[in-house]
């Protein structure tokens, strides 16, 4: 009988031992942030990974680069040397070294897409939020002015507007493109303004007495983060594209400095018997555009809370 009750005893201490509950020293892990599910997502995306790094490389040979490279961009050499060593893309017609044009063209090819950027994605950001919280006639209003530049054909109405101010510098390029490339963000913005609005969180904002301001900052736009930098990234591909549009008809940036699409054009004519003037600024400018593209594509499946699986 002794033994079977220390058989007994010892069975309810391992079952009381089983049961005991969990040491309180030991913290369970923290639940990962928002921001850094959204940086993981980021960085398991392939290609969104690639292109940034692609990005990175252009960007930093591009501002970094002529410091070490011999030749300057506005030094004139033999006219139509062939590529080699010492002119890896060639010379142009009047003797310049075309990779230092399109090192040049590329600063401020990017110089205009993200001043663009930073511009449309201000304006955007505030006419949407005004529209989608206010509502009413302000909704109207911003809603009008938002389809009427909408329909008003972009590359026609700036080059005319950059020919009014006097074209030719790289802000008023950047002046003039921003002016029509705010819509897109606006949109987006009032609908999930529209939606936040509604809010318990806003709700309670209100009533405590935040005025409109404090309101759009401080609750709305902080909970917009994700379609503002997925809708700002692809900016910067527009900007460029527009960009190099405005200057192939000889309404963007004027010489003395240059830009893609002005490199691009000066040397159209070369596409048959000199290839390497048109493509060496052709790619970079396809480049840009296409990683820019990608990496747009990363951050809106990063931000978008249904996606599960990551793509390639």
Do not use: C
Not at 300 to 312: C, G, I, L, T, W
């Amino acid at each position: 009988m002794a033994d079977m009750n220390s058989v007994l005893a010892s069975e309810t201490a391992k079952s009381a031992g089983e049961s005991a509950p969990a040491d309180p020293d030991k913290q369970l892990p923290e639940p990962r942030s928002q921001g850094k599910l959204v940086l993981r997502k980021f960085l398991r995306h392939k290609l969104a990974m690639t292109s940034t790094a692609l990005l990175l490389l252009i960007v930093l040979l591009t501002f970094i680069g002529p410091l070490f490279y011999s030749h300057g961009y506005e030094e004139t050499f033999e006219g139509f040397a062939a590529p080699s060593a010492e002119y890896p893309l060639g010379t142009t017609q009047v003797g310049k070294d075309m990779l230092a044009q399109v090192l040049r063209g590329t600063q401020y090819s990017l110089l205009i897409a993200f001043t663009v950027t930073i511009l449309s994605t201000l304006i955007g950001v505030i006419f949407g939020a005004l529209a989608g919280y206010l509502r009413g006639f302000s909704d109207s209003a911003i809603s009008r002015l938002t389809d009427l530049f909408l329909i008003i054909p972009q590359i026609a109405a700036a080059a005319i507007l950059a020919q009014v101010l006097g074209g030719g510098t790289w802000y008023v390029v950047a002046l003039v493109l921003s002016a029509f490339g705010w819509m897109s963000i606006a949109r987006v913005t009032r609908a999930e303004s529209m939606s936040l609005s509604q809010r318990e969180f806003v709700e309670s904002a209100r009533a405590s007495g935040a005025g409109t301001g404090r309101i759009i900052f401080k609750h709305l736009v902080p909970n917009m983060v994700g379609s503002i930098t997925v809708n700002a990234t692809l900016t910067v591909a527009q900007a460029v594209l527009a960009e190099a549009a405005l200057s192939f008809i000889g309404l963007g940036v004027a010489l003395p400095d240059t830009s893609l699409g002005r490199v691009i054009s000066e040397n159209y004519a070369e596409l048959q018997g000199r290839p390497a003037l048109f493509f060496g600024p052709f790619i970079v400018l396809v480049l840009i555009s296409l990683t820019i593209n990608f990496i747009g594509d990363g951050l809106r499946d990063a931000f978008d809370p249904r996606q599960k699986r990551v793509k390639a």
